[in-house]
């Protein structure tokens, strides 16, 4: 008995924050997915990372030939056992052929399940301040391909009654053919006057909204080259977007930020800007990596029965740490006999995913705050693990020392330099397109100049807004020759981003 099945999944109409619950939960069990030039390519990010991924655009594209291999793959992949997840643009049963994959499955009797998704019109209408219906204006709406005439859609349209109908009408698949489209609904008895709007990769930063009237749209369109994705709403209801729209005023929309950080920190600080609309592009400065060698903390985990303590000081010291752990073949039992000191709320929470309760988390988490509550117990004697960055300060180390603990303070990992930038935030940079950069430490700074060389970093950041979370920082960026143009009054990421938004509003 095989166990392979199809998930076809829709994905949404482009920002990757739209797709369903029941859609990611598909995604965290694929082991293959077939996936759609229009479904976006970060929902990959949901899949194991050994899922097989397939694009289906190089399988055919559009083409009747295409579809036909691509039932046959998912058919294959089904049969060989696997869990299939086809991934598709907007929903997968709104010109999305899916009802045609579904049969196919059927015939071959191959288990499917369907999960709906945000349709592209659905998409950009919202985004654009668009209601496809709405009271004192329209209660119907029609979505009609923009290619009748081609494949099987072959003059299925009531041209006379969509356009005398009065309703909203959106067309998919039709900048190639506006003109022609437009023209009908003129023909068939649509005021010229009726209020067009086009909107082109709706839901994305790149979104790009066209406004015209079944009269004039198609010059428009031309005139400003005009390029598909985009579908096209049509009715009085576009008037609304001059009062409804949003998506554009978004105190950061349309701006390209660099966001410099350490590899491993969550991306927090991203998600703050992009969902104040702006395009983040990443800019590792930091990596954590294995240490040399793992030979000293081997040692110290298999003698972890006779520790009195262990003192983890940061998130990232107790993943290496774990990981170690479960690598050498043990679990949380190994810490029976020893209590554990948590540096800091992060830190102490990572140690509780692991089951552990820490037994001492200072209020204060500079390594002085450690010291501190560490001589008032009694730690004469005690056998202390200390497993840690290679480039740490030594202070608590050598401070428990002094009070006469015997501690050991392997490498758990290190600190490096990415050798390059990501190709999208180098090529952004290299043509001049960013308005903005962010530093959030010294060493974001430093680091960036380091792997760039100075005097290209500073040519590459001619004219781009520099923001310092702070004065040390702010040093740091103007002894390389940076002008600090943003700087908060409060150095949390929060502030940082509020003081861009003012900045660019
Ligand atoms: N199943 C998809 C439609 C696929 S047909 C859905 O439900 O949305 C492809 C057409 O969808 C494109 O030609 C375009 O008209 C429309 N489309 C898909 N994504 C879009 C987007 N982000 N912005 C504008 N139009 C989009």
Redesign the pocket.
């Known amino acids: 008995m095989s166990n392979g099945i199809v998930y076809l999944v829709?994905a949404g109409?482009?920002d990757p924050s739209l797709i369903t619950l029941r859609g990611v939960a598909c995604l965290g069990k694929a082991e293959v997915i077939v996936y759609d030039y229009?479904a976006n390519e970060q929902l990959l990010n949901h899949a194991p990372e050994a899922a097989e991924r397939i694009y289906a655009g190089k399988i055919g594209g559009r083409h009747n030939q295409g579809q036909d291999e691509i039932n046959s793959l998912l058919v294959a992949k089904a049969t060989a056992g696997k869990i299939v997840v086809r991934l598709?643009?907007?929903?997968?049963?709104?010109?999305?052929r899916?009802g045609e994959e579904c049969e196919a499955l059927r015939e071959a009797g191959i288990p499917f399940e369907v999960v709906p998704?945000?349709?592209?019109?659905v998409?950009?209408s919202v985004y654009a301040g668009i209601p496809l219906t709405h009271r004192d204006i329209t209660a119907s709406v029609a979505f009609v391909t923009?290619q009748e005439g081609k494949d099987k859609y072959e003059s299925s349209i009531d041209w006379d009654r969509l356009s005398l109908g009065g309703g909203t009408i959106v067309?998919?698949?039709?900048?190639t053919t506006l003109r022609r489209n437009m023209q009908r609904l003129i023909e068939h008895g649509r005021s010229p006057d009726t209020p067009v709007a086009l909107?082109?990769?709706?839901?994305?930063p790149c979104?790009q909204i066209l406004v015209g009237t079944l009269a004039d749209i198609a010059d428009r369109a031309e005139a400003s080259d005009f390029k598909?994705?985009?579908?096209?709403i049509v009715g009085e209801v576009v008037a609304l977007r001059e009062k409804l729209q949003w998506f554009e005023r978004r105190q950061l929309c349309g701006k390209k930020i660099v966001v410099t950080r350490a590899a491993e920190q969550a991306g927090e600080f991203s998600a703050k800007l992009s969902a104040r609309g702006a395009t983040v592009l990443e800019c590792p400065t930091i990596q954590l990596v294995e240490p040399e060698s793992w030979q000293l903390l081997d040692l110290a985990i298999r003698e972890l029965p006779n520790y009195d303590w262990v003192v983890l000081t940061s998130a990232n010291a107790v993943r290496f740490f774990f990981q170690r752990l479960d690598t050498l073949g043990f679990d949380a039992r190994v810490f029976a006999g020893c209590r554990i000191c948590a540096v800091g709320p992060k830190t102490a929470d990572e140690i509780r995913l692991f089951g552990i309760k820490p037994d001492l988390v200072p209020t204060d988490y500079k390594a002085e705050g450690v010291v501190d509550e560490f001589s008032r117990l009694d730690i004469q004697g005690s056998r202390v693990l200390f497993p840690r960055a290679d480039k740490a300060r030594d202070i608590i180390p050598l401070e428990l020392k002094r009070m006469g603990a015997h501690v050991d303070s392997p490498v758990a990992y290190r600190n490096i330099f990415p050798d390059r930038l990501p190709p999208e935030t180098l090529f952004a940079l290299e043509k001049r397109s960013v308005d903005c950069i962010t530093f959030t430490s010294s060493s974001t700074v430093q680091n960036l100049a380091t792997m760039l060389g100075e005097e290209l970093m500073l040519d590459m950041l001619k004219g781009v807004v520099v923001a310092s979370i702070g004065p040390i920082t702010s040093k740091s960026c103007r002894e390389l020759g940076l002008k600090v143009d943003i700087e908060p009054e409060s150095y949390t990421l929060d502030a940082l981003a509020e003081a861009l938004e003012t900045h660019f509003t």
């Open positions: 829709g109409p482009g229009l598709k643009g907007g929903d997968p049963f709104v010109f999305g899916g998704g945000v349709t592209a019109a998409g950009a923009g067309f998919y698949m039709g900048v909107v082109r990769w709706a839901t994305t979104q598909p994705p985009a579908v096209t």
